[in-house]
């Protein structure tokens, strides 16, 4: 058994320096071209390299406005790490196609995994429809030939289904503290668990690198965990 590892690449430039911040909030409202000056994409760059350089493979999920470069395909080639849409318009299976065939269009390959933006409390941006709907995804999926959703909930004991060919896992283990119990699951709970039972593990590049104290966690479950890159049960 392994760490699913899951990557949702929410913003452009990262967090980091008020110019980068406003850079990647203004790029997600109105898709302004890449300012390359700025570090497209540079966290995300961090971590794949981390993952390639410790045999380990990743679901990385791409919003409109994080559409991968030339140098974060190649590193994705070569760590073997799956692309995936961070669906962000999700009012209507018309919406969710639009989004998937930009994305496969962009990437001139198809894209068979997908992961929800936001998880319902909060409006993320002008193209964000906020409500989680999972019910309203799954057969989404499966109309487009989907083979992976991975769902936002926040306990990791919940288990995956599979129906009609699509995998489902309704939950995730979030690196990030503030988004999990840290005390019911601490870092120690995941280097159990995933040792003897598949774990999705969610992490958002720029609050990895931004945090020491994350990234040393990090670290040390790539390091000592194997991970898989799923497609059925």
Known sequence: MALIVRIDVDRPYGQQGFVRHVASRISS??????????RYLEELQTILRILNANGKSAYVFFRKCTYPTSEVCELMEAGGHQFGLHLENSRSAETFHEELQSLQQKLGRPVTSFSKHGSG???????????YEPERYLPWGKQAGMKVFFGNLEDPQLRPTQDDGLLYFPSAFWLEPYWRDAKKFPIQWLLSE???????????????????????????????????VPTSL
């Open 121 to 131: 409390s909060l409006c993320l941006g002008r193209h964000h429809y906020a409500p």
């Open 29 to 38: 409202d109105y898709f302004l071209p890449r300012m390359e000056w700025l």
């Open 194 to 228: 995933a040792a003897e039972k598949d774990v999705v593990l969610l992490l958002h590049p720029d609050n990895v690198t931004a945090s020491p104290a994350i990234m040393q966690e990090f670290l040390q479950v790539i390091e000592k965990l194997e991970t898989v």
